[in-house]
């Protein structure tokens, strides 16, 4: 790959610097709205006719006015095809005659006066040198020398320092004026120049801004949709095995006692293992409230077989609400509180009740019992159970899913969950 000379390099960088510049100039104009646009425009054109004022303004003014005004009376030059006339300021008046009294005598040297004597006749020409020039002109023509009067020599100085004042003062106003001109015409052009930009290239701008946004509001869904599902799944995995453990040392004291019962309590737990593990292994976000109802159902004939009379189930799950979605492993955890809670705790045992369906757009589900009721009896879990719930639909659902909690009449506990009804997949 050849190597690129400096004045490449150079030429390059200052190309990718005026296209940053021209890129954040185009950001920020589209960024504005259009008044405040059109007001920026305004100050702009405000300031620069201040800035012109006082940059280009007064150079005349700054000529002393006693200066200005002597230069009138100054003597004129002027310089023609015919040579150099010449006005003095103060020019020399011959004097005036005396007028003769009548019958004066007459005035020597006076014509026409009588008693006068003749005028004597005027003095000859110079003669010029016998080379044939005037006096000052060398042969060689290399210079012109003139002898004028002191007075004459002095005003024609001063005309001539003048003139070149006038002149260097022409010029620089000249210039002065050109500038202001290009001074008014830059402003303009940058506003004109801003208000094209603002036009042309606002649309792409406006399209890539919003892309970027669109862009970054995906991205923070699709993180927080990722930690709503991490939440979750550890949510999932805080469900409190308790019934296991008191599972398996039912067991482990029916084989002592009763071996035809523990191995259907065995048969049972196998058959809810086999219900739950699945479950518990998909880290699905939902499922359907039938394949929930066959879980829980493997769970309360393990525990019925613990509990014998002292337990009653009733479920009354519609087939058609069978393929509702349904969070995973919440329906368990909201009869395992009803046991664990309500009808463990209590000598004579009781009845729960699961009842689902549909209200509003809205599936809910109902767990009713009527045990000793919140409180009653010291807890000796996590005290995960109910805010894990809420938590849960709160990901999944937002405003939408609702846990209520409520006493029973005359004793116990209704639970219920509300979801948007709809089918799962």
């Known amino acids: 790959m050849q190597a690129r000379s400096p004045i490449q390099v150079y030429f390059s960088g200052v ?6 510049a021209f890129d954040a100039v185009a950001t920020w104009v589209t960024q504005l709205s259009w008044w405040k646009f059109f007001l920026f425009a305004a100050l702009t054109l405000i300031a620069g006719a201040i800035l012109q004022e006082e940059l280009f303004s007064g150079a005349d003014e700054d000529l002393p006015r006693a200066e200005r005004s002597g230069r009138k009376e100054q003597t004129s030059i002027l310089i023609d095809d015919s040579g150099i006339r010449f006005s003095p300021r103060n020019k020399p008046k011959p004097p005036a005659a005396p007028e003769a009294p009548a019958g004066a005598p007459g005035v020597p040297g006076v014509p026409g006066v009588p008693g006068a004597p003749d005028a004597p006749d005027a003095p000859a020409a110079p003669s010029l040198p016998a080379s044939g020039l005037p006096k000052g002109v060398h042969p060689n023509g290399d210079s012109v020398h003139i002898e004028l009067p002191p007075q004459i020599a002095e005003e024609l ?13 022409a010029k620089v106003s000249r210039y002065h004026k050109q500038a202001s001109t290009w001074f008014t015409s830059f402003v303009w052009l940058l506003v004109l120049a801003l208000f094209g930009t603002k036009a042309l290239v606002g649309g792409k701008k406006r399209a890539e801004l919003q892309t970027r946004t669109a862009n970054a509001a995906a991205e923070r869904e699709s993180m927080q949709r990722q930690l709503s599902e ?29 071996p035809p019962r523990a191995s259907a309590m065995q048969r049972s737990l196998i058959l809810y293992l086999r219900a739950v593990l699945p ?42 609400l ?6 995973p492993m919440m329906l368990q955890s909201m009869v395992e509180n009803a046991i664990k809670h309500g009808l463990e705790c209590k000598p004579e045992g009781g009845t729960l009740k699961v009842v689902a369906d549909v209200a509003d757009g809205k599936l809910r589900v109902t767990v009713t019992d009527d045990g000793v009721g919140f409180g009653v009896v010291p807890s000796n879990g996590t005290g995960l159970g109910l805010p894990t719930i809420r938590e849960r639909l709160r990901l999944l659902h937002g405003d939408a899913g609702q846990l209520h909690i409520a006493a029973n009449s005359p004793t116990g506990v209704i639970a219920m969950v509300e979801v948007p009804y709809q089918v799962s997949r």
């Open 15 to 20: 190309l990718s610097w005026l296209y940053r």
């Open 157 to 169: 100085s001063m005309a001539i320092e003048g003139a070149v004042d006038d002149a260097a003062e």
């Open 230 to 258: 991490a939440k979750m799944q550890m949510m999932q995995a805080q469900v409190e095995p308790h019934f296991l453990f008191n599972t398996l040392a039912s067991v482990e004291h029916l084989i002592e006692t009763n």
């Open 279 to 320: 479950q518990m292994r998909d880290n699905t976000l939902v499922t359907n409230l039938g394949r929930e109802v066959d879980m829980v159902t493997a769970y309360l004939d393990l525990l019925k077989m613990r509990m014998e009379e002292r337990l009653t189930v009733d479920l009354q799950i519609p087939d058609g």
């Open 322 to 327: 069978r393929n509702a979605a349904f969070p």
